[in-house]
Structures are given as C-alpha cells and as structure tokens.
C-alpha cells in the first residue's frame, strides 16, 4: 500500500519568515495530493490541493508542489504569520485505495 | 452551513461496553469516512462508504462496524471496545470519492 513520510516533524520560524515541509509518497499511481491545516481541538481543514497533471498550485501565502518523477510534493507558506501556527497533514490517494496521510508537523510561528 | 457533525464530542467507557459514535452530513455528499489519529501515527482510514449501502474497509477496520443507510448518516459502532481504540476520531464526507474536503470536529474516545 502506499506510504507517506513528511519531514520535519516539527519547524519553528519567525513571523515573517517562509515555511517548507515536505512528503514523499511510495505508489506511482498516486494522483491528488490533498493538505491539511489543524488547530487545537478541530478536524482538519483543506488548505490547498494538487492533481497530478500540474507541477504547481498557489494560493494567495500558500503553494504546493509536485514532483511526480522523485514522488515528492512540497508545501511552501510564506510571510507566515502567528496565526499559521497548527499542525500540518500532507496526503496521497492513488484512485482506488484510502486517503493515506503523513505523520503531520507542527509548525510554529513566533512574534 | 456545510457541516459534519459527530457526537458525541467526549466519550469515556469501559471495556466491552457496546458504543455508537454518530457522523452527519448536510451536503448531500455521497463519500464519507471514518479516521483515527494517534500521536506520532498522523490520520489513518477505519471505513469508508461511498453510498448509500456501500461501504468497505479502510486501512484500520479491525474492531468496527459502520452502516449506511441513509446518504447523511455514517455511524461507527464499536461492539466491544478495547483500550486500544482511545483514540481521536473523525469523520469525513466529500462529494465524490477523490474530493477529501470535509471534517468533522473530532470525537475524543478513551476506552478503560
């Protein structure tokens, strides 16, 4: 089955700085790569998606990127602020097998 | 408002006491799906249905039954639960099966 790892586990920046976390994925079928933002004591919620036909989806602060050929995808926000801080899902989902997510990192934005 | 509601929100039981943990949707979504999350594990699939009838194992189904019998309604039943299911648990529902958009708020479940 399909196995997500996501890196780092936790990241802690300044305000104003720019965040990167990364995922790889081990199914080559592997078409949408969904990301997930959660707070404290909610579900998760999407933040931004992307299908495997593009390299690259923005946001407004937010962007997703895709490698299909390394099975990588990358989540960048930049100018994050304070409230940025949760923890962060990347996922997989190969067309025909459950949703598979990452370990998740916690991301913290300091003042 | 588009939402998926789970009760109840905090559950404590004891071991072996039959338990029903509700999932409702109001978007006429036709997938919906049941998660646990554990620290250090992230978000792992129990169940998943993607319509009325049709529903099918996830990647951690050992322990659980689900039913749908209306489009709205996904409840996870646990028949004899165990401490091993203190869990966080949510549930998803999406309009199609690919589109993974909408959780719930999350049911906190301790089995002692």
């Known amino acids: 089955g399909e196995n997500v790892e996501q890196h780092p586990s936790t990241l802690s920046v300044q305000e104003g700085d720019s965040a990167v976390i990364k995922c790889t994925y081990s199914?080559?079928?592997?078409?949408?790569f969904p990301w997930y933002k959660q707070e404290l004591g909610k579900g998760p919620q999407l933040i931004i998606d992307i299908r495997s036909n593009v390299g690259e989806k923005k946001d407004q602060r937010i962007a997703v990127t895709l490698n299909k050929t390394a099975k990588h995808f990358s989540l960048h926000i930049t100018e994050t602020q304070p409230e940025d801080s949760a923890v962060y899902f990347c996922?997989?989902?190969?067309?025909?097998?459950?949703?598979?997510f990452g370990k998740g990192t916690m991301l913290l934005v300091s003042p | 408002e588009a939402q998926v509601t789970q009760n109840p929100r905090y559950l404590i039981t004891v071991t072996g006491k039959k338990l029903t943990v509700t999932c409702s949707q109001n978007?006429?979504?036709?997938?919906m799906s049941w998660y646990r999350q554990d620290p250090g594990l992230g978000l792992r699939q129990i169940y998943y249905?993607?319509?009325?009838?049709?529903?099918d194992k996830g990647d951690v189904p050992e322990g659980y039954k689900v039913s749908r019998k209306e489009k709205r309604n996904f409840p996870l039943i646990l028949e004899s639960p165990s401490p091993n299911q203190t869990s966080l648990y949510f549930c998803?529902?999406?309009?199609?099966?690919?589109?993974?958009?909408?959780f719930g708020q999350g049911t906190r479940l301790t089995v002692v």
């Open positions: 249905s993607m319509n009325v009838e049709v529903t």
């Open positions: 978007m006429n979504h036709e997938y």
């Open positions: 998803a529902s999406s309009l199609y099966i690919g589109d993974f958009s909408f």
């Open positions: 199914d080559s079928a592997s078409n949408y």
């Open positions: 996922a997989a989902w190969a067309g025909y097998s459950t949703l598979t």
